[in-house]
Protein backbone atom coordinates (compact mmCIF):
# COMPACT_ATOMS: atom_id res chain seq x y z
CA UNK A 1 0.00 0.00 0.00
CA UNK A 2 1.15 3.06 -1.11
CA UNK A 3 1.73 5.62 1.91
CA UNK A 4 -0.36 8.76 1.72
CA UNK A 5 2.23 11.08 3.43
CA UNK A 6 3.44 13.52 1.69
CA UNK A 7 6.57 14.41 4.23
CA UNK A 8 7.59 10.33 3.41
CA UNK A 9 10.94 9.93 2.59
CA UNK A 10 13.75 7.97 1.13
CA UNK A 11 16.62 6.20 3.14
CA UNK A 12 18.90 8.48 1.19
CA UNK A 13 16.77 11.76 2.15
CA UNK A 14 16.50 10.68 5.57
CA UNK A 15 20.15 10.22 5.97
CA UNK A 16 20.87 13.74 4.59
CA UNK A 17 18.66 15.28 6.94
CA UNK A 18 20.22 13.42 10.12
CA UNK A 19 23.92 14.45 8.67
CA UNK A 20 22.92 18.27 8.77
CA UNK A 21 20.60 17.98 11.89
CA UNK A 22 23.37 16.66 14.08
CA UNK A 23 26.29 18.28 12.24
CA UNK A 24 29.81 16.19 13.83
CA UNK A 25 27.80 13.87 15.89
CA UNK A 26 30.08 11.33 14.12
CA UNK A 27 28.78 8.45 16.70
CA UNK A 28 25.37 9.69 16.49
CA UNK A 29 24.72 9.42 12.57
CA UNK A 30 26.57 5.90 12.99
CA UNK A 31 24.13 4.65 15.29
CA UNK A 32 20.91 5.88 13.46
CA UNK A 33 22.48 4.95 10.11
CA UNK A 34 23.17 1.52 11.55
CA UNK A 35 19.14 0.93 12.14
CA UNK A 36 17.98 2.99 9.34
CA UNK A 37 18.49 0.48 6.28
CA UNK A 38 16.97 -1.84 7.75
CA UNK A 39 13.74 -0.15 9.26
CA UNK A 40 13.09 1.93 5.80
CA UNK A 41 12.78 -1.82 4.59
CA UNK A 42 10.71 -2.91 7.35
CA UNK A 43 8.36 -0.46 7.40
CA UNK A 44 7.77 -0.10 3.54
CA UNK A 45 4.43 -2.26 4.12
CA UNK A 46 3.58 -0.60 6.93
CA UNK A 47 2.04 3.39 5.78
CA UNK A 48 0.84 3.44 9.01
CA UNK A 49 4.86 3.78 10.83
CA UNK A 50 6.03 5.80 7.78
CA UNK A 51 3.24 8.45 8.16
CA UNK A 52 3.82 8.70 11.57
CA UNK A 53 7.77 9.32 11.12
CA UNK A 54 8.65 7.04 13.89
CA UNK A 55 12.15 6.60 13.31
CA UNK A 56 12.56 10.06 12.70
CA UNK A 57 10.62 11.04 16.08
CA UNK A 58 12.56 8.36 17.73
CA UNK A 59 16.14 9.58 16.04
CA UNK A 60 15.67 13.19 17.86
CA UNK A 61 15.69 12.43 21.77
CA UNK A 62 13.05 13.58 23.79
CA UNK A 63 15.53 16.34 25.83
CA UNK A 64 18.73 16.71 26.67
CA UNK A 65 19.80 17.80 30.16
CA UNK A 66 23.27 19.83 30.14
CA UNK A 67 24.88 21.00 33.42
CA UNK A 68 28.44 22.14 34.91
CA UNK A 69 29.63 20.20 37.32
CA UNK A 70 32.12 22.17 39.94
CA UNK A 71 34.40 20.07 42.40
CA UNK A 72 37.23 20.33 44.75
CA UNK A 73 40.24 17.93 44.03
CA UNK A 74 42.32 16.73 46.89
CA UNK A 75 45.25 20.01 46.76
CA UNK A 76 42.01 22.69 46.61
CA UNK A 77 41.87 23.32 43.40
CA UNK A 78 38.10 24.10 41.65
CA UNK A 79 37.77 21.90 38.96
CA UNK A 80 34.66 22.13 36.50
CA UNK A 81 33.56 19.66 34.02
CA UNK A 82 30.39 18.77 32.22
CA UNK A 83 27.26 16.63 33.23
CA UNK A 84 24.65 15.65 30.89
CA UNK A 85 21.30 13.28 30.96
CA UNK A 86 20.04 12.26 27.12
CA UNK A 87 16.22 11.05 27.78
CA UNK A 88 15.79 9.74 24.52
CA UNK A 89 12.56 7.96 24.10
CA UNK A 90 9.75 6.95 27.25
CA UNK A 91 7.30 5.65 25.37
CA UNK A 92 7.65 2.47 26.71
CA UNK A 93 8.75 2.67 30.19
CA UNK A 94 10.79 5.02 32.27
CA UNK A 95 14.18 6.22 31.40
CA UNK A 96 16.68 3.44 31.54
CA UNK A 97 20.43 3.71 30.73
CA UNK A 98 23.99 3.94 32.20
CA UNK A 99 25.94 6.90 33.37
CA UNK A 100 29.62 6.88 31.86
CA UNK A 101 32.66 8.75 33.09
CA UNK A 102 35.19 9.32 30.68
CA UNK A 103 37.09 11.77 29.50
CA UNK A 104 35.78 11.21 26.13
CA UNK A 105 32.46 12.00 27.22
CA UNK A 106 30.15 14.26 24.61
CA UNK A 107 26.78 14.87 23.62
CA UNK A 108 27.22 12.49 20.01
CA UNK A 109 28.60 9.32 22.32
CA UNK A 110 25.55 9.81 25.29
CA UNK A 111 22.81 10.49 21.84
CA UNK A 112 24.43 7.65 20.20
CA UNK A 113 24.43 5.88 23.55
CA UNK A 114 20.45 6.88 24.37
CA UNK A 115 19.47 5.89 20.59
CA UNK A 116 20.88 2.39 20.79
CA UNK A 117 19.38 1.83 24.76
CA UNK A 118 16.00 2.43 23.38
CA UNK A 119 16.12 -0.56 20.80
CA UNK A 120 18.28 -2.60 23.23
CA UNK A 121 15.67 -1.92 25.96
CA UNK A 122 12.54 -2.88 23.71
CA UNK A 123 14.66 -5.95 23.34
CA UNK A 124 14.40 -7.24 27.30
CA UNK A 125 10.47 -7.33 26.79
CA UNK A 126 10.83 -5.18 29.90
CA UNK A 127 8.65 -2.07 30.27
CA UNK A 128 12.05 0.21 30.09
CA UNK A 129 12.72 3.32 27.97
CA UNK A 130 15.99 5.13 26.88
CA UNK A 131 18.23 7.43 28.35
CA UNK A 132 21.76 7.23 28.95
CA UNK A 133 23.90 9.95 30.59
CA UNK A 134 27.30 11.45 31.89
CA UNK A 135 30.37 13.59 32.14
CA UNK A 136 33.62 14.28 30.56
CA UNK A 137 35.28 13.73 33.87
CA UNK A 138 38.04 11.61 33.98
CA UNK A 139 38.27 9.23 36.61
CA UNK A 140 41.86 7.69 36.27
CA UNK A 141 44.45 8.45 38.94
CA UNK A 142 41.62 10.22 40.79
CA UNK A 143 41.50 9.82 44.91
CA UNK A 144 38.51 7.99 46.59
CA UNK A 145 38.01 11.55 48.19
CA UNK A 146 38.11 13.36 44.63
CA UNK A 147 35.53 10.75 43.01
CA UNK A 148 33.38 10.84 46.21
CA UNK A 149 32.69 14.95 45.79
CA UNK A 150 32.88 14.87 41.82
CA UNK A 151 29.66 12.32 42.59
CA UNK A 152 27.96 14.10 45.17
CA UNK A 153 28.33 17.16 42.90
CA UNK A 154 26.85 15.94 39.67
CA UNK A 155 24.04 14.30 41.78
CA UNK A 156 23.13 17.57 43.35
CA UNK A 157 22.11 18.86 39.76
CA UNK A 158 21.35 15.65 38.27
CA UNK A 159 18.39 14.45 41.28
CA UNK A 160 16.00 16.82 39.97
CA UNK A 161 15.72 15.71 36.08
CA UNK A 162 15.63 11.63 37.73
CA UNK A 163 13.04 9.03 39.51
CA UNK A 164 11.89 5.60 39.81
CA UNK A 165 8.72 6.36 37.62
CA UNK A 166 10.73 8.77 35.31
CA UNK A 167 14.28 8.18 34.53
CA UNK A 168 16.27 4.86 36.57
CA UNK A 169 20.37 5.93 35.67
CA UNK A 170 22.71 3.18 36.01
CA UNK A 171 26.48 2.51 35.85
CA UNK A 172 28.60 2.47 32.24
CA UNK A 173 32.30 2.99 31.95
CA UNK A 174 33.92 4.67 35.24
CA UNK A 175 30.64 3.80 36.45
CA UNK A 176 31.03 0.66 38.80
CA UNK A 177 29.42 -0.05 42.61
CA UNK A 178 31.72 2.59 44.00
CA UNK A 179 30.12 5.34 42.30
CA UNK A 180 26.55 4.12 42.32
CA UNK A 181 26.56 4.03 46.27
CA UNK A 182 28.38 7.76 46.42
CA UNK A 183 25.42 8.92 43.70
CA UNK A 184 22.68 7.24 45.84
CA UNK A 185 23.99 8.04 48.54
CA UNK A 186 23.52 12.18 47.82
CA UNK A 187 20.30 11.65 46.18
CA UNK A 188 19.14 10.30 49.48
CA UNK A 189 20.38 13.18 51.58
CA UNK A 190 19.11 15.42 49.06
CA UNK A 191 15.35 14.52 48.28
CA UNK A 192 14.84 12.64 51.80
CA UNK A 193 13.78 9.13 50.58
CA UNK A 194 14.73 6.23 49.59
CA UNK A 195 13.35 4.80 46.25
CA UNK A 196 15.03 2.42 43.07
CA UNK A 197 16.47 5.53 41.54
CA UNK A 198 19.67 4.09 40.55
CA UNK A 199 20.35 0.48 39.98
CA UNK A 200 23.13 -1.46 39.87
CA UNK A 201 23.44 -0.48 43.81
CA UNK A 202 25.27 -2.75 46.47
CA UNK A 203 23.10 -5.03 48.00
CA UNK A 204 23.28 -4.06 51.22
CA UNK A 205 20.71 -0.97 49.98
CA UNK A 206 19.06 -2.41 47.76
CA UNK A 207 20.77 -4.06 44.44
CA UNK A 208 19.88 -6.71 43.16
CA UNK A 209 22.28 -10.17 43.33
CA UNK A 210 23.49 -10.77 39.44
CA UNK A 211 23.21 -7.07 38.63
CA UNK A 212 27.52 -6.84 38.10
CA UNK A 213 27.45 -10.22 36.41
CA UNK A 214 24.30 -9.58 34.00
CA UNK A 215 26.12 -7.96 31.13
CA UNK A 216 29.04 -10.13 30.81
CA UNK A 217 27.46 -13.39 31.74
CA UNK A 218 24.45 -12.34 29.53
CA UNK A 219 26.35 -11.72 26.84
CA UNK A 220 28.18 -15.30 27.01
CA UNK A 221 24.14 -16.90 27.04
CA UNK A 222 23.34 -14.76 23.86
CA UNK A 223 26.80 -16.38 22.34
CA UNK A 224 25.84 -19.91 23.04
CA UNK A 225 22.05 -19.25 21.90
CA UNK A 226 23.75 -18.03 18.54
CA UNK A 227 25.96 -20.52 18.40
CA UNK A 228 23.57 -23.50 19.42
CA UNK A 229 21.52 -22.28 16.27
CA UNK A 230 24.44 -23.08 14.28
CA UNK A 231 24.80 -26.48 15.71
CA UNK A 232 27.88 -25.67 17.66
CA UNK A 233 28.72 -24.72 21.43
CA UNK A 234 31.57 -22.79 23.80
CA UNK A 235 33.29 -26.15 24.86
CA UNK A 236 37.05 -26.35 23.63
CA UNK A 237 36.88 -22.85 21.83
CA UNK A 238 39.04 -20.19 22.66
CA UNK A 239 38.24 -16.47 22.86
CA UNK A 240 39.64 -12.96 22.66
CA UNK A 241 38.09 -10.59 24.94
CA UNK A 242 39.16 -6.57 24.92
CA UNK A 243 38.61 -4.79 28.20
CA UNK A 244 38.95 -5.47 31.76
CA UNK A 245 35.90 -3.76 33.45
CA UNK A 246 32.79 -5.37 34.56
CA UNK A 247 31.82 -6.77 31.01
CA UNK A 248 34.65 -7.91 29.87
CA UNK A 249 35.84 -9.87 33.18
CA UNK A 250 32.17 -11.08 33.77
CA UNK A 251 32.11 -12.57 30.46
CA UNK A 252 35.42 -14.01 30.72
CA UNK A 253 34.10 -15.85 34.05
CA UNK A 254 31.39 -17.34 32.16
CA UNK A 255 33.41 -18.52 28.99
CA UNK A 256 35.87 -19.77 31.11
CA UNK A 257 32.92 -22.22 33.03
CA UNK A 258 31.45 -22.96 30.14
CA UNK A 259 34.65 -24.58 28.94
CA UNK A 260 36.08 -21.84 26.36
CA UNK A 261 39.52 -20.44 27.04
CA UNK A 262 40.24 -16.94 27.18
CA UNK A 263 43.50 -15.39 25.60
CA UNK A 264 43.05 -11.67 25.79
CA UNK A 265 42.28 -8.79 27.96
CA UNK A 266 42.95 -5.92 27.36
CA UNK A 267 42.89 -1.72 28.73
CA UNK A 268 43.34 1.64 27.11
CA UNK A 269 47.09 1.29 26.84
CA UNK A 270 47.38 -2.59 25.37
CA UNK A 271 46.71 -5.65 25.76
CA UNK A 272 47.53 -9.00 27.12
CA UNK A 273 48.29 -12.54 25.77
CA UNK A 274 47.84 -15.89 27.88
CA UNK A 275 48.52 -18.88 25.67
CA UNK A 276 47.74 -20.87 28.73
CA UNK A 277 44.09 -19.71 29.22
CA UNK A 278 42.98 -16.59 31.77
CA UNK A 279 41.17 -19.06 33.71
CA UNK A 280 39.09 -18.35 36.91
CA UNK A 281 41.88 -17.93 39.41
CA UNK A 282 43.83 -15.22 37.14
CA UNK A 283 40.47 -13.41 36.29
CA UNK A 284 39.92 -12.81 39.80
CA UNK A 285 43.68 -11.55 40.04
CA UNK A 286 42.37 -8.98 37.45
CA UNK A 287 39.56 -8.26 38.92
CA UNK A 288 41.71 -7.36 42.63
CA UNK A 289 43.90 -5.14 40.03
CA UNK A 290 41.28 -3.28 38.48
CA UNK A 291 38.64 -2.68 41.30
CA UNK A 292 40.52 -2.41 43.93
CA UNK A 293 44.31 -1.42 43.46
CA UNK A 294 43.09 0.76 40.20
CA UNK A 295 46.06 -0.84 37.93
CA UNK A 296 46.88 -1.32 34.38
CA UNK A 297 46.19 -4.48 32.50
CA UNK A 298 50.21 -4.70 31.77
CA UNK A 299 50.94 -5.71 35.34
CA UNK A 300 49.14 -9.18 34.65
CA UNK A 301 52.95 -10.38 33.14
CA UNK A 302 54.58 -9.60 36.28
CA UNK A 303 52.25 -11.83 37.77
CA UNK A 304 51.60 -14.87 34.75
CA UNK A 305 55.40 -15.11 33.10
CA UNK A 306 53.67 -17.39 30.46
CA UNK A 307 51.95 -14.26 29.13
CA UNK A 308 52.74 -11.13 26.80
CA UNK A 309 52.03 -7.41 26.96
CA UNK A 310 51.16 -5.90 23.77
CA UNK A 311 51.55 -1.91 24.15
CA UNK A 312 48.83 0.00 22.20
CA UNK A 313 47.98 -2.72 20.04
CA UNK A 314 43.89 -4.23 20.35
CA UNK A 315 44.03 -8.15 20.46
CA UNK A 316 42.16 -8.83 17.51
CA UNK A 317 45.12 -10.21 15.73
CA UNK A 318 45.35 -13.15 17.90
CA UNK A 319 44.34 -16.32 16.42
CA UNK A 320 40.85 -17.68 18.08
CA UNK A 321 37.32 -18.91 17.37
CA UNK A 322 35.14 -16.32 19.46
CA UNK A 323 35.56 -12.91 19.82
CA UNK A 324 33.85 -10.61 22.20
CA UNK A 325 34.98 -6.82 22.24
CA UNK A 326 34.12 -5.46 25.51
CA UNK A 327 35.59 -2.66 25.90
CA UNK A 328 34.12 0.91 24.09
CA UNK A 329 32.72 1.95 20.88
CA UNK A 330 34.49 1.40 17.75
CA UNK A 331 37.24 -0.38 18.89
CA UNK A 332 37.26 -2.58 16.11
CA UNK A 333 37.59 -1.68 12.86
CA UNK A 334 37.42 -2.94 8.91
CA UNK A 335 41.16 -3.98 9.09
CA UNK A 336 41.22 -6.17 12.31
CA UNK A 337 37.47 -7.88 11.37
CA UNK A 338 39.58 -8.58 8.18
CA UNK A 339 42.23 -9.78 10.27
CA UNK A 340 39.43 -12.28 12.63
CA UNK A 341 37.68 -13.50 9.07
CA UNK A 342 41.13 -14.63 8.00
CA UNK A 343 41.67 -16.26 10.97
CA UNK A 344 38.10 -17.77 10.39
CA UNK A 345 36.88 -16.65 13.48
CA UNK A 346 33.68 -18.29 14.70
CA UNK A 347 31.08 -15.80 16.07
CA UNK A 348 31.66 -12.09 17.29
CA UNK A 349 29.99 -11.16 20.38
CA UNK A 350 29.39 -7.60 20.97
CA UNK A 351 29.58 -6.95 24.94
CA UNK A 352 30.40 -3.44 24.34
CA UNK A 353 27.97 -0.47 22.63
CA UNK A 354 28.80 -0.56 18.69
CA UNK A 355 32.39 -1.47 19.49
CA UNK A 356 32.69 -2.80 15.59
CA UNK A 357 33.01 0.25 12.97
CA UNK A 358 30.26 -0.23 10.04
CA UNK A 359 32.57 -1.30 7.75
CA UNK A 360 33.48 -3.89 10.13
CA UNK A 361 30.21 -5.42 10.58
CA UNK A 362 29.90 -5.34 6.83
CA UNK A 363 33.59 -7.75 6.65
CA UNK A 364 31.03 -9.87 9.27
CA UNK A 365 28.12 -9.87 7.41
CA UNK A 366 29.75 -10.56 3.97
CA UNK A 367 31.51 -13.57 5.45
CA UNK A 368 28.35 -14.66 7.03
CA UNK A 369 30.30 -15.36 10.59
CA UNK A 370 28.04 -14.79 13.36
CA UNK A 371 27.65 -11.85 14.94
CA UNK A 372 25.88 -10.43 17.25
CA UNK A 373 25.54 -6.51 17.94
CA UNK A 374 25.43 -5.31 21.41
CA UNK A 375 22.34 -3.87 21.42
CA UNK A 376 21.19 -7.60 21.35
CA UNK A 377 24.05 -9.28 22.96
CA UNK A 378 25.01 -7.12 26.20
CA UNK A 379 20.82 -6.64 27.11
CA UNK A 380 21.26 -8.68 29.75
CA UNK A 381 22.97 -5.54 32.27
CA UNK A 382 19.87 -3.70 31.72
CA UNK A 383 17.59 -6.38 31.97
CA UNK A 384 18.87 -7.77 35.34
CA UNK A 385 18.90 -3.86 36.09
CA UNK A 386 14.88 -3.42 35.12
CA UNK A 387 14.51 -6.70 37.48
CA UNK A 388 16.52 -4.69 40.23
CA UNK A 389 13.56 -2.18 39.71
CA UNK A 390 10.93 -4.58 40.22
CA UNK A 391 12.09 -5.99 43.40
CA UNK A 392 12.53 -2.65 44.57
CA UNK A 393 9.68 -2.01 43.93
CA UNK A 394 7.93 -4.61 45.52
CA UNK A 395 10.83 -4.36 48.94
CA UNK A 396 11.96 -8.46 48.03
CA UNK A 397 15.02 -9.80 46.95
CA UNK A 398 14.89 -12.67 44.79
CA UNK A 399 18.21 -15.00 44.74
CA UNK A 400 20.90 -15.49 43.18
CA UNK A 401 19.17 -19.22 41.33
CA UNK A 402 15.98 -17.23 40.66
CA UNK A 403 17.96 -13.90 39.07
CA UNK A 404 20.30 -16.45 36.79
CA UNK A 405 17.25 -18.27 35.30
CA UNK A 406 15.43 -15.46 34.56
CA UNK A 407 18.55 -13.81 32.70
CA UNK A 408 19.10 -16.87 31.13
CA UNK A 409 15.44 -16.61 29.90
CA UNK A 410 15.55 -13.41 28.89
CA UNK A 411 18.30 -13.69 26.64
CA UNK A 412 17.22 -16.84 25.16
CA UNK A 413 14.13 -14.59 24.09
CA UNK A 414 16.20 -11.73 22.89
CA UNK A 415 17.91 -14.21 20.65
CA UNK A 416 14.86 -16.14 19.32
CA UNK A 417 13.46 -12.43 18.63
CA UNK A 418 16.72 -11.63 16.45
CA UNK A 419 16.28 -15.29 14.79
CA UNK A 420 12.47 -15.17 14.33
CA UNK A 421 13.01 -11.14 12.46
CA UNK A 422 16.65 -11.75 10.94
CA UNK A 423 16.63 -14.92 9.25
CA UNK A 424 17.06 -14.64 5.72
CA UNK A 425 14.20 -17.03 3.69
CA UNK A 426 16.90 -18.35 0.98
CA UNK A 427 20.38 -18.91 2.77
CA UNK A 428 18.52 -19.67 6.34
CA UNK A 429 21.25 -17.59 7.61
CA UNK A 430 20.53 -15.48 10.45
CA UNK A 431 21.25 -11.47 10.03
CA UNK A 432 21.33 -10.56 14.01
CA UNK A 433 21.76 -6.76 13.32
CA UNK A 434 18.57 -6.83 11.30
CA UNK A 435 16.66 -9.49 13.81
CA UNK A 436 17.78 -7.04 16.30
CA UNK A 437 16.76 -3.32 14.82
CA UNK A 438 13.28 -4.33 13.99
CA UNK A 439 12.26 -6.42 16.82
CA UNK A 440 13.43 -3.90 19.05
CA UNK A 441 11.71 -1.34 16.93
CA UNK A 442 8.47 -2.59 16.77
CA UNK A 443 7.18 -2.46 20.49
CA UNK A 444 8.34 1.54 20.37
CA UNK A 445 6.94 2.42 16.97
CA UNK A 446 3.16 0.23 18.35
CA UNK A 447 3.45 2.43 21.52
CA UNK A 448 4.46 6.05 20.06
CA UNK A 449 1.05 4.72 17.10
CA UNK A 450 -0.99 4.84 20.72
CA UNK A 451 0.45 7.97 21.90
CA UNK A 452 -0.90 10.17 18.62
CA UNK A 453 1.70 12.69 17.78
CA UNK A 454 3.43 13.50 21.12
N1 LIG B 1 28.31 -2.11 32.72
C1 LIG B 1 27.23 -2.54 32.07
O1 LIG B 1 26.34 -3.15 32.66
C2 LIG B 1 27.11 -2.37 30.61
C3 LIG B 1 28.14 -1.89 29.83
N2 LIG B 1 28.03 -1.88 28.47
C4 LIG B 1 29.11 -1.42 27.63
O2 LIG B 1 30.25 -2.27 27.82
C5 LIG B 1 31.46 -1.53 27.60
C6 LIG B 1 32.36 -1.65 28.80
O3 LIG B 1 31.69 -1.12 29.94
P1 LIG B 1 32.07 -1.53 31.44
O4 LIG B 1 32.75 -2.84 31.45
O5 LIG B 1 30.86 -1.34 32.26
O6 LIG B 1 33.08 -0.37 31.82
P2 LIG B 1 34.35 -0.41 32.77
O7 LIG B 1 34.66 0.98 33.09
O8 LIG B 1 34.14 -1.38 33.88
O9 LIG B 1 35.45 -1.02 31.81
C7 LIG B 1 35.78 -0.42 30.60
C8 LIG B 1 36.98 -1.12 30.02
O10 LIG B 1 37.22 -0.63 28.73
C9 LIG B 1 38.53 -0.15 28.64
N3 LIG B 1 38.55 1.03 27.76
C10 LIG B 1 37.91 2.20 27.94
N4 LIG B 1 38.18 3.03 26.93
C11 LIG B 1 38.98 2.35 26.09
C12 LIG B 1 39.60 2.67 24.87
N5 LIG B 1 39.44 3.88 24.31
N6 LIG B 1 40.36 1.71 24.27
C13 LIG B 1 40.50 0.49 24.84
N7 LIG B 1 39.96 0.14 26.02
C14 LIG B 1 39.21 1.06 26.62
C15 LIG B 1 38.92 0.22 30.06
O11 LIG B 1 40.32 0.20 30.25
C16 LIG B 1 38.23 -0.88 30.84
O12 LIG B 1 38.97 -2.05 30.83
C17 LIG B 1 31.01 -0.11 27.25
O13 LIG B 1 30.85 -0.03 25.85
C18 LIG B 1 29.63 -0.02 27.90
O14 LIG B 1 28.83 0.96 27.30
C19 LIG B 1 26.91 -2.35 27.85
C20 LIG B 1 25.86 -2.83 28.56
C21 LIG B 1 25.82 -2.75 30.00
O1 LIG C 1 21.52 -1.11 33.70
C1 LIG C 1 21.33 -0.07 33.12
O2 LIG C 1 20.37 0.65 33.27
C2 LIG C 1 22.38 0.47 32.18
C3 LIG C 1 22.90 -0.48 31.21
C4 LIG C 1 23.57 0.25 30.14
O3 LIG C 1 24.00 1.39 30.28
C5 LIG C 1 23.67 -0.36 28.83
O4 LIG C 1 22.96 -1.33 28.58
O5 LIG C 1 24.46 0.11 28.00
Known amino acids: ????????????????????????????????????EDIFTFVKDRPDYQEAQILRRIAEPDRIVSFRVCWEDDDHNIRVERGWRVQNNNAIGPYKGGLRFHESVNESILKFLAFEQTFKNSL???????????????????????????????M??????????????AGDIGVGSREIGYLFGQYKRITGRWEGVLTGKGT?????????????????????????????????????????GNVALHAAEKLCELGGKVLTLSDSDGFVHDPDGIDADKIAWVKELKNERRGRISEYIEE???????????????????????ATQNELDESDAKALADNDVMAVCEGANMPTTMEGVKVFQDAEILYAPGKAANAGGVAVSGLEMSQN??????????????????????????VERGRSGDSGHVNYVKGANIAGFEKVADAMLAFGVV
Open 1 to 36: MASKNHQAVDLDTFIEGLEKRNEGQTEFIQAVREVA
Open 124 to 154: TGLPLGGGKGGSNFNPKGKSDAEIMRFCQSF
Open 156 to 169: TELYRHIGPDTDVP
Open 204 to 244: AYGGSIMRPEATGYGAVYFLRDMLREADEDIEGKSAVISGA
Open 304 to 326: YSGATYHEGEAPWRVDCDIAMPC
Open 393 to 418: SERVSWNREKLDDMLTDLMEDIHGKC
